[in-house]
Every structure is written in structure tokens, then in C-alpha cells.
């Protein structure tokens, strides 16, 4: 992992040097960026990138790591629940957050996944990042505890965000309408998710 520099004009940059490499995932997807286009974008050299970074994949930790910093905090604020909220309520929330933080950014995410089968770097910051996402969604829906059917509720809530990650990184890996994750379209993913999720929990099916 790279060493973040002391001077405030290594500091400019590095941080022109990632937000060129994250705009190019956003718009040509990891494997079609070029270290030759992020050196060009941020105003670098290619030694000056290659004295931060190994190769392509260690651009991409950084870059994960920063896009965490940046988001995360946010998302984290937004989950919060809150004691007066119904369960139905908190359950469309949090399905509309998942689906809006991990569906607007495609490429950037799919290049996390993906890359995180062969990178333990990208790999464990994805699992650390998850883990404490995971804790938010279970804390704002165990403020409804009494009214989730399941035997354990504890359980019920891990499930209900395993579920909607399973959904949603099948669907940033193969893209939307594709065969292999239902063929489905984003708003029609997103209200089968919550239907799916309130049956779970409540027993119950808004619109049944």
C-alpha cells in the first residue's frame, strides 16, 4: 500500500492522480483503464505514479480506500434509525439506500468485487467496510426488534443485509437486464427487494 506523502505538493498530486484513475473506472471500467490515460488526465508522469504504486491494482486500493472515506460517513449518517419509524418504513429506507449507493456507481464497484477474488487488499478493506455497514443495518432494524416474526431477530437482520448484497453484487457484476441476474430493471429490483424483505420480517407484503 502506498505511503500517504508529507509535502502538500506530493499530496495535490496523489489526489489528481486518483481522481483521474476513478473517473476513468467510471466512465471505461478498470480493465479498460490505462495507467498511460491516469498519468495523462492528472497532469503526472508514469515514474512519479510508479514510485506511489506497484501496478494497476495498487492504483486501485488507494482508490478504493479514498472513495470509502469520502462515502461511507455519509451512508452511515443516512441509516441511522430512528425509534418512531415503522418497520415497513425502515425496511424501504435501507433497501433504497443499498441500492442507491452500490447501483450509482457500477463500474467503480464492480472493479472492487471483482478485483477483491485476486487482491487481499481490496479484499479485506471490502469486508472490513461491509462488516460495519452490515452493524448500521442491524442496529436501525433491531430498534423494531418486537415487531420482526422471526425467531431470532438477531439473525433476521444480518439476513435481511446478506440478501440485499447477494442481489445487488450479482447485479453490478453481470449489469442490468443481464440473464444471469434476473433480467430484471433497477426500479423493479429494488421494490422485489423490499417486498422480499418486509415478507421476511413482518410476515406481511405491502401492495399483496
Known sequence: MYKPPQQQRSRESLERILEAAEQLIRERGFDAMTIAEVVERSGSSV???????RNKRG????????YVDRVETALAAAMTGASDERLEDCVDRLVGLLCDYLLNEPELFRAFILEAVFDPRIRSQGESTSGARRDRV?????L???????????????????????????????GERAE?????????????LSRTA?????GETRGA
Open 144 to 174: 423494531h426488534r418486537d415487531r420482526i416474526v422471526h425467531p431470532d431477530p438477531d439473525l433476521a437482520a444480518r439476513w435481511f443485509y446478506t440478501l440485499c448484497m447477494a442481489v445487488l453484487r450479482e447485479r453490478i457484476t453481470f
Open 198 to 202: 418486509q415478507a421476511y420480517l413482518t
Open 138 to 142: 442491524t442496529q436501525a432494524l433491531l
Open 180 to 192: 444471469l441476474s434476473g433480467a430484471f430493471d433497477d426500479a423493479t429490483m429494488r421494490t422485489e
Open 59 to 66: 492504483l486501485l486500493q488507494a482508490v478504493q480506500a479514498r
Open 47 to 53: 515514474g512519479s505514479l510508479y514510485a506511489r504504486f
